[in-house]
């Protein structure tokens, strides 16, 4: 694993609700689940951190079982930023990083609830 960023996998086709957060990523994006918990895996996900260019694997939880924050975004390594990394979870075989962020509604397409938890980060 290089700057957070996974070996890439095989190139999968992208399902249509994905593609437009697919743009941003430098490889495979899909649907994931463990347990009662559904995710969106972004391989090479790139954003913006207080101005800086980022490039690393995310994983975003779109049923998180908290009425107060009812989806989550997580990295692969905690970047600081003021923010409160209050978790730090094994999730699909790998170690996940999160930060306190709420306000964002589930009820929106996953690219609308990503952008919401990347608000953070600018």
């Given at each position: ?34 347990g ?7 391989h ?22 908290n ?56």
């Open positions: 694993m290089m700057d957070g960023v996974a070996a890439p996998a095989e190139v999968v086709a992208v399902e249509p609700q994905l593609a437009p957060i697919a743009a941003l990523c430098a490889g495979e994006v899909r649907f994931m689940e463990e009662d918990r559904r995710y969106i895996f972004m090479g996900l790139r954003f913006l951190a207080r101005g800086a260019e980022k490039r690393m694997d995310a994983l975003l939880c779109l049923n998180y079982p009425s107060t924050y009812p989806s989550k975004l997580y990295l692969p390594a905690n970047l600081g930023l003021g923010l409160n990394w209050n978790e730090n979870a094994y999730i699909l075989g790998r170690s996940w990083f999160s930060w306190s962020w709420k306000g964002v509604s589930p009820n929106q397409p996953p690219l609308a609830i990503l952008a919401g938890h990347l608000e953070a980060l600018k």
